[in-house]
């Protein structure tokens, strides 16, 4: 059976990657979402499992040390990590498998897979990022400004992937990224 395609989806904590996400997720049944572990607190209406792996920082570092992650970084004081098993699983499976994560993370995605598709989704402005961070109100005003910080260094990088993807509308956006998927599928 043919194999799933890894893509990597980065882009601004506040920029939409989640509400494309799930759109994608309705859109496109061949398409899953990794679920990454991360030390940071389960955020209101979060659950364990669905968004994330809520972990303490002893359970990452074993997860480390017994070479259970594809991919880990730290950001903005929490660390976050992609399991490896899941995704070799779906990707023997023939699903195509998304993995939503920070720069760094990108960086080691790239070197170990240099044949995923990796799209950087950008805000339309850096005011409306800094207006939805702010609007959204889960983070203290000193977290989010080190994400805005980390958000300008990564938008810095946006040139290193495949596709950048504004998010203008998450409609419009996602179908966007779906055609991108699409094409690259197509011309395999
Ligand atoms: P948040 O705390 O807003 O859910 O996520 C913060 C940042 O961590 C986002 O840019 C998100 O894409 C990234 N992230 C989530 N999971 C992972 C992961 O498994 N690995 C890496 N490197 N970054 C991740």
Redesign the pocket.
Known sequence: MRKGLLIVFTGA?GVG?GTIMKKLLAANPNIRLSV?A?T?APREGEQNGREYYFVTRREFDDLIANGGFL???E?VGNC???PSEPVFRMLDEGLDVIL???L??FFQIKEAYPECLSIFVAPPSFEELQARLEGRGTETPEVIAERLKTAREELAHHHLFDYVVVNDDAERAANEVLSIISDRKNKE
Do not use: D, V
């Open positions: 904590s990657k990454s991360t940071r991919e880990y970084a950001y976050y990590g992609t939503e994560i920070e760094k993370g």
